[in-house]
């Protein structure tokens, strides 16, 4: 399925959110019912049979997808959150970013042992995020079925960090 249509929908906005970075804004895509549910049903048709039985999004963005896709393939939603962030008891995973370090939590019990999960977020950048939710799932016993991505800034070689995984994104930019 060919959806490259959907990049018009989608803003570039220079130097957010600091001079030299150029951000892919979503909200303009999401605002237009047709192309959401044009998303939600590209990933839902990728992932239909392969025995999802959680779909986890990553703080912020990735809860704007992965609920509507958990629906889809009637599997359950899970979040994925900045610390302190869950009420209950909850495991920590953190990553590296350019200027320094950040951390992520799931709660303990959002995962069962073997159950399969997949990692829905609106973005792969440098691919630290995603292999951080990566390793909470696994620490926790369960299988990550892949990750699902709307944009995939393939220049910052995010994918090479999810070597070894399946990753599905759904539009591809080079630079």
């Known amino acids: 399925m060919n959806l490259e249509h959907l990049k018009k929908l989608i803003r570039e906005v220079p130097d957010f959110p600091k001079p030299g970075i150029l951000f ?5 895509l999401l605002k237009d019912p ?9 990933l839902r048709d990728r992932y239909k049979g392969a025995g999802v039985a959680q779909v986890l999004g990553v703080e912020a963005r990735g809860f704007i997808f992965a609920p509507a896709l958990a629906y889809a393939l009637g599997a ?3 979040p994925v959150r900045k610390p302190k962030k869950l009420p209950a008891k909850a495991i920590r995973e953190e990553y590296q970013l350019e200027y320094g370090t950040d951390a992520l939590e799931i709660h303990e019990d959002a ?12 973005l792969l950048a440098t691919g630290g995020t995603a292999a951080a ?3 909470l799932v696994e620490k926790l016993g369960g299988v990550v079925a892949g ?4 944009v995939e800034l393939d220049f910052l ?3 090479e960090k999810l070597a070894g995984y399946e990753v599905h994104s759904l539009l591809h930019y080079d630079k």
């Open 24 to 28: 892919y804004d979503i909200t303009t």
């Open 111 to 122: 995962v069962q042992k073997g159950q399969r999960v997949l990692i829905v977020d609106d």
């Open 76 to 78: 359950g939603f899970v």
């Open 147 to 150: 990750f699902g991505f709307v």
């Open 133 to 135: 939710t990566a390793r």
């Open 34 to 42: 047709a192309s959401l549910k044009t998303v939600i049903d590209a």
């Open 157 to 159: 070689k995010g994918r």
